[in-house]
């Protein structure tokens, strides 16, 4: 995911993020003044957003400073201009204890903020970061407004003040949330990394003018919609505003793949990910010691396989103890971009040209793209597809809203390949997912059991020939693990670069078991369901969704001369193609866009553009050659001239139709 989220306590949490994270992740100085911590570390000062500033008197844009985060984070939600206020309200003959109650926002909490990190695709922050500054510009503005739209989504639709008796009553924050944005550039290594930091309060307030706190849990729950919105909304402006376009990128052979901007090399996304192949190499050892750690009695302490849960719980254990130190000397962006620009170059693999004309090069791949993948979006097909993916991936093929709208909006942005969706669309596929894919499975106990988005789901079709759970692989051969009664030690880890070759036993990935069911559903549904009219237009819609590699253009004869090369349409792919399209490198890294072959692409369109007016003209010339003949024939003759075949006498001669 590209949106994280933590939850920021009053006490040692908050003063971490007053003495780390403002000042981009690095070390503040004692008694640095934040102003002046910031222009030391080169990051821009932290900025208000939200609709409900206008509650507090803060106006949007304003300048956060550290008095204001100490009163809304520090102190256990108290109003921002906490300070002036009580000043005011003591000046003013009031109590002590009456000033202070006019600045708290409702009743003093532990849990005072959740701190989202937004942040793009890699190769959208590589394109930040070696571009020029107008690209600079397009994809941080980009950025911005992706993470205004996600906060104005999560005011209206996620967060919920509880109040009453065990949080009985749910409302949304008529007034909105409030919120301090900060700026970082570079991640731990080094790398460029443009994200920022939400730091978002819990204090919202309710229709009675009352201040309650927003329920956390809810944000959590749907972190993955607000992920999966972000990505969409920041890839459409980019690819709109720079004429570029998205692909799908396999990053873990069996997950699901990331949409990236085409033309990207792999190689340089790969210099992004040093931390990446650091947690990767720890996770291996730790997954290692999760399956042959014994108890004082030799019996496993865990199971003999690592799970899905248990692989996200030791990634993080790995990222932990990977984490690198605070970054020393702060740059500025400037400086900052000529080292990474300077430190990518010497990169094998990728050639020197290729950075400096980045965009150029992603460019030539979204022309490419946009010149054989059509953005074809089904409603209905897309409901079938969101539902079978989600109702494998969720064990026990049970799921709420959320999980369709994430998956929605990964549909969307696979389909439309960086292209402006209409707004509301992904909630008229979760729609038409539930009215005609879904059943009802709800027993709800409490009133939140009720509400819409708690909904329990599951599919109305079985899938019996792809389980909604596949087995866990056997134990490990008794050898590779611990014996149990001779009391030996367990057996020494094979030292050395072997570590990373242990064939550790994994639960398999659920992934592609999900691609798998949504071609089957979509294969029954074209063969007996038709819609508004018309048949699914499966074909369509999975060619929308194929990566390049399975797009082959139709083969060329001598008696197709005279038309236009057309894009490849392909059939309805099958199981092959499903499996080719997990295997494949789903880029147009095919198409080798080097220098040399970015000047064939302009000579190879210079040429087919001079057919083309060659063919006009011929076309026009036999025209009134054969006019001109007509003229001299006589009708008598005309009527008993038998047919000739010919390149352009059409399905007689077992040729296709020009259309």
């Known amino acids: 995911m590209t949106v994280d989220i933590r939850i920021i306590r009053a006490g040692q949490m908050y003063r971490y993020y007053l003495r780390e994270t403002v000042v981009g992740d690095g070390r503040r100085p004692a008694r640095t003044p934040l102003r002046v911590a910031q222009e030391q570390a080169g990051v821009p000062v932290g900025r208000w957003v939200g609709r409900g500033l206008g509650v507090l008197g803060v ?85 911005e407004r992706a993470i205004v739209r996600v906060l104005e989504w999560i005011e209206d639709e996620v967060a919920v003040i509880r109040y009453g008796t065990d949080g ?63 990505n969409e909304l920041v890839a459409a402006e ?138 074809v979006v089904d409603i209905a097909l897309a409901a079938a597809d969101v539902t079978a993916t989600v109702f494998v991936m969720n064990n026990g093929g049970r799921f709420h809203r959320r999980h369709l709208l994430a998956e929605a909006r990964r549909h969307l942005a696979l389909v439309l390949r960086g292209q402006l969706r209409d707004p509301g669309l992904d909630d008229q596929i979760v729609a038409a997912a539930i009215t005609a894919h879904c059943l009802d499975i709800s027993e709800p106990t ?81 063969t007996t369901t038709v819609v508004r009219g018309r048949a699914y237009d499966v074909v369509a819609h999975q060619q929308a969704a194929m990566p390049e590699q399975l797009l082959a253009p139709e083969p060329a004869g001598p008696e197709h001369d005279h038309q236009e090369p057309k894009a490849g349409r392909g059939e309805a792919i099958d199981l092959t193609a499903l499996r080719a399209l997990r295997k494949s490198r789903t880029d147009v890294e095919a198409l080798d866009l080097t220098a040399d072959r970015l000047r064939r692409l302009q000579e190879v369109a210079t040429q087919m553009a001079d057919d083309a007016r060659a063919r006009a003209d011929r076309v026009l010339a036999d025209r009134t050659a054969a006019q001109a003949g007509a003229d001299a024939v006589a009708p008598d003759d005309q009527q008993h001239r038998p047919q000739q075949p010919g390149p352009h006498r059409g399905r007689e001669a077992g040729h296709r139709v020009a259309r």
């Open 446 to 526: 409490t009133v939140r059991g009720l509400e819409a988005g708690y909904r329990l789901y599951t599919a109305r079709w079985s899938l019996s020939d792809l389980p909604t759970r596949l087995r866990p692989p056997a134990a490990p051969a008794p050898e590779r693990r611990s014996p149990a009664d001779s009391g030996e030690p367990p057996a020494p880890r094979p030292p050395g670069p072997a570590a990373g070759e242990w064939e550790i036993p994994r639960v398999p990935l659920q992934y592609d078991r999900a691609v798998l069911a949504g071609a089957a559903v979509r294969e029954q549904l074209r």
């Open 59 to 143: 106006a949007p844009g304003e300048e956060v400073t550290e008095a204001q985060l100490r009163n809304l984070f520090g102190e256990r939600g108290r109003h921002p201009y906490a300070d002036r206020i009580e000043a005011d309200r003591l000046a003013a003959g009031a109590s002590p204890q009456q000033a202070f109650k006019a600045v708290a926002l409702g009743r003093r909490v532990t849990v005072t903020g959740v701190d989202f990190v937004f942040r793009p695709q890699p190769s959208i922050y590589l394109l930040w970061g070696f571009g020029d500054e107008e690209t600079r510009r397009v994809i941080e503005a980009a950025h």
């Open 238 to 375: 980019v690819c709109k505003v720079l004429g570029l376009a998205t692909e799908p990128r396999t990053v873990t052979e069996g997950r699901r793949p990331v949409m990236d901007i085409a033309g990207v090399p792999h190689e340089l996304i790969r210099w992004t990910a040093r931390r990446s192949d650091q947690i990767a190499a720890c996770l291996s050892e730790l997954e290692h010691e999760y399956v042959t750690a014994v108890d004082d009695d030799g019996e496993p302490k865990f199971l003999p396989v690592v799970s899905e849960r248990a692989r996200a719980k030791l990634n993080q254990i790995a990222a932990r103890k990977t984490r690198p130190p605070k970054k020393g000397k702060a740059r500025s962006l400037a400086q900052l971009r000529a080292d990474w620009k300077a430190s990518a170059i010497r990169t094998p693999g990728v050639p020197a040209d290729v950075i400096t004309s980045l965009l150029e090069y992603a460019r030539a791949a979204a022309a490419a793209i946009r010149a054989r993948v059509a953005a």
């Open 168 to 230: 009985t009553y749910r409302v949304r924050p008529p007034g909105g949330l409030v919120a301090a944005r900060f700026r970082h550039y570079e991640a731990r290594s080094g790398r460029p990394l443009l994200h920022d930091h939400l730091l978002l309060s819990v204090k919202g307030q309710r229709l009675d003018g009352k201040w309650g706190s927003i329920h956390t849990t809810a944000l959590h729950e749907n972190t993955v919609a607000a992920s999966a919105l972000y």
